[in-house]
């Protein structure tokens, strides 16, 4: 008598499915988790950028990262971060055309790469967010995701998850008793 050859288990959608949205979930969870830890670390704060002042050397959705510097330490052509100097609530990202310090007090003048003319007011500081590196698009997904639609998005997909989880479950069969245990199989009779 012949072995019956074991045949591979059978994935149902709802596994599959489920395997593929725990991965991701995962991926993203430790990709975020390092993030933050980076940015911790290094003391880097995270903007986004919403206009083109600065293309294409940040596209708008970039995610920039900056790190705090006294404003004497920085040099004409350097990209920095500061408030607005019009009294507006906001961060301005721009280049610095003229760096001028006196008795521990920075006056810049910034332009954007893409404005044909520098920022209308200078900007009195005693320390600027210094222009680390940037995340193309990035800035997008982080504000698409506090919107509603961005919020019924997630709270859509943890729902999803939540589901395949529950129902990707196996489920014992009716009259089964062998489940989790292997079933023994017949040796054929030696001669």
Known sequence: MARRRSEPPRRSVWKL???????????????????????????????????????????????????????????????????????????ITHRVKQATT?????????????????????????????????IPLAGTIALAARTPLGIAAVATYVAALIAVIVFGRRRPQPGSRTRGRRRAVPRAAAD
């Open 102 to 134: 006196k008795d521990g007090v920075t006056t810049l003048r910034l332009k954007g790469d893409a404005n044909a003319t520098e920022d209308p007011l200078p900007y009195v500081v005693t320390s600027v967010g210094e222009f680390v590196g940037r």
């Open 17 to 91: 499915l489920g395997s593929l949205l725990l991965t991701f979930s995962a991926v993203v969870g430790v990709i975020a988790i390092v993030a933050v830890a980076v940015c911790a670390i290094f003391g880097l704060r995270p903007v986004v950028v919403i206009s083109g002042s600065m293309e294409p050397e940040l596209p708008v959705g970039s995610m920039v990262f900056y790190r705090t510097v006294p404003a004497k330490d920085v040099a004409v052509g350097d990209i920095v971060t500061v408030p607005r100097s019009d009294g507006a609530a906001g961060l």
